[in-house]
């Protein structure tokens, strides 16, 4: 199914093959067409004008690639011209995404929406799709999957529009967020869907780092809704745009995963790992 290159375009302009361009260039209508080719992306957020873990990104738009093409990808002229672009752009807080082609580099503001404060405190609604993805870990853009998505964000549930949704498998087990992994914490323990069921965030090796801290380490496992413990058990979300995110609903179903203390444990050792890999970049770069 047939999808534009570009998608949440924010900003003054955009870089698409090394130049750059306006918003208002008549380019901009013409990459936002639908197109019949392979599109592969990645967003990654910019904290004080650092790319955040840009090398795993790159890393996994290599494999990406590799898992269906093949063909060269210079991760190095990438990260240049990442870094050139929100230099040029003022980009101190936000997100950029880097769209590849075999012919083509694009990379552009993404206008994805950053929670407020407000959210982690109380935690996120969030709305139940079934939908059983293929290939999950290549990250390519699925114009049969984007459409039903974006569909599914426009209903609202009980509790209004949802943030972000919690895919469930044929089984009607939850195993991953629409643009998030989602962890479960149950009696002490966090768990995740296996590997081959899910896209590997880069967030969530993040997490990973963050659990080993907190001297804890992550279970397989997945569990219908209805076989969770609303009182007791949590969840939560991670990913490059908003970080850790307690979910508080998941249509009907309330958690209160924003109170859970091994959420909040995960989640301030997280952020200490992340200040941590800001100000070494900051130094490397001499920013």
């Not at 002229?77 to 980009?91: C, M, N």
């Not at 012919?103 to 139940?128: M, R, V």
């Not at 397989?220 to 307690?246: C, H």
């Amino acid at each position: 199914m047939a999808y534009p290159l570009m998608e949440h375009l924010s900003g003054r302009g955009f870089l698409y093959c090394g130049k750059y361009y306006r918003v208002s260039s008549e380019l901009t209508e013409s990459l936002q067409k639908p197109v019949d080719i392979r599109i592969y992306y990645e967003t990654i957020r910019v904290k004080e004008g650092i790319l955040l873990f840009a090398e795993d990104h790159l890393a996994r738009l290599v494999n990406s690639v590799k898992g269906l093409e093949n063909f060269p990808v210079d991760t190095s002229r990438i990260l240049t011209e990442a870094y050139s672009f929100i230099d040029l752009e003022g980009v101190k807080d936000g997100s950029i995404r880097i769209v590849l082609t075999k012919e083509s580099l694009l990379i552009h503001i993404a206008d994805i929406a950053i929670p407020g404060s407000e959210l982690f405190e109380k935690g996120i609604n969030t709305s139940l799709l079934n939908w059983e993805r293929k290939t999950p870990n290549l990250k390519i853009f699925r114009g049969d999957y984007k459409t039903r998505v974006n569909e599914k964000f426009r209903e609202e549930n009980s509790h209004g529009l949802p943030f972000e949704l919690v895919l469930s498998d044929n089984e009607g087990r939850l195993y991953e967020g629409s643009m998030s992994n989602l962890f479960v914490i149950r009696d002490g323990q966090v768990y995740s869907a296996p590997d081959e069921k899910i896209l590997i965030g880069i967030t969530r090796k993040r997490v990973m780092e963050a659990l080993k801290r907190s001297g804890l380490e992550l279970k397989t496992g997945m569990f219908r809704p209805e076989e969770l413990d609303t009182s007791k058990d949590a969840i939560f979300v991670s990913s490059t745009p908003f970080d850790i995110l307690p979910v508080r609903y998941i249509d009907d179903y309330e958690f209160a995963s924003a109170d859970n203390e091994v959420l909040k444990m995960i989640s301030k050792m997280y952020l200490g790992y992340t200040s941590e890999y800001i100000d070494a970049n900051k130094r490397a770069l001499n920013r």
